[in-house]
């Protein structure tokens, strides 16, 4: 009799609660709780930063909303897609470009469909329109630019080499020495729900 192998598992457990199928991940299954914990301890730069804890996604997220913010008078929406922008990594993780680049398509249809599950959870557009994510493209760039040549060793013109020129942007307006997780989690919490409470209160 043959044996019948038994499916890998494919989801993951959430301290909410929640068990998130990466394959087909469902939108009532994403918590802003989980995401805000998750990113709070996935390292940056694959934790290769100065300072006595890891630059995080979640203040790499804050710092690209606040970079949003300040180049366009962008609506809530379009902030809350700028601080979302990297959600997908309080599952998957932060995964370096170089490395997604070896991995190829498999890793980004993984992206995508938890991005569109997110998104969908907090009435988000599934899939980014284009000038938004030119945009958040922009501002990713820019903080990119800025973790490089403060947190990760590169010099002025090595990081404007792989991340362009911070034009509109300088250093002083930005929050950039890495802070202990709990406490940047609470502000990726506080930061989304005062979005959620503009976009209420505009009808968006």
């Known amino acids: 009799m043959a044996l019948v192998e038994k499916a890998p598992r494919a989801w993951q457990r959430m301290l909410s609660g929640r068990r998130l ?6 939108p009532l299954d994403v918590e802003i ?62 995964m370096i470009s170089p490395f997604k680049s070896v991995v190829g398509g498999g890793y980004k249809s993984v992206e995508a469909r938890l991005e569109a599950a997110i998104h969908i959870r907090f009435g988000l557009p599934p899939v980014m329109p284009k000038t ?3 945009l958040i493209k922009r501002a990713d760039r820019i903080a990119a630019y800025f973790e490089a040549t403060e947190l990760a060793g590169f010099d002025d013109a090595e990081a404007r080499a792989f991340f362009g020129a911070p034009r509109g942007i300088n250093r002083d ?24 409470a503009l976009r209420r209160a505009k009808g968006t």
Do not use: C
């Open 21 to 26: 199928d990466l394959l087909d991940p469902s």
């Open 33 to 94: 709780s989980d995401i805000a914990q998750g990113l709070a301890r996935v390292a940056r730069w694959n934790g290769q930063t100065r300072g006595d804890h890891a630059f995080s996604v979640a203040q790499h997220s804050l710092m690209v909303e606040a970079i949003v913010g300040r180049l366009t008078s962008a609506s809530p929406a379009t902030l809350q897609l700028a601080l979302l922008h990297d959600a997908p990594e309080y599952v998957i993780g932060d």
């Open 132 to 134: 938004i994510k030119a």
């Open 173 to 196: 307006m930005l929050d950039v020495p890495p802070r202990p997780a709990a406490e940047i989690e609470k502000m990726f919490l506080d930061r989304f729900q005062a979005i959620e």
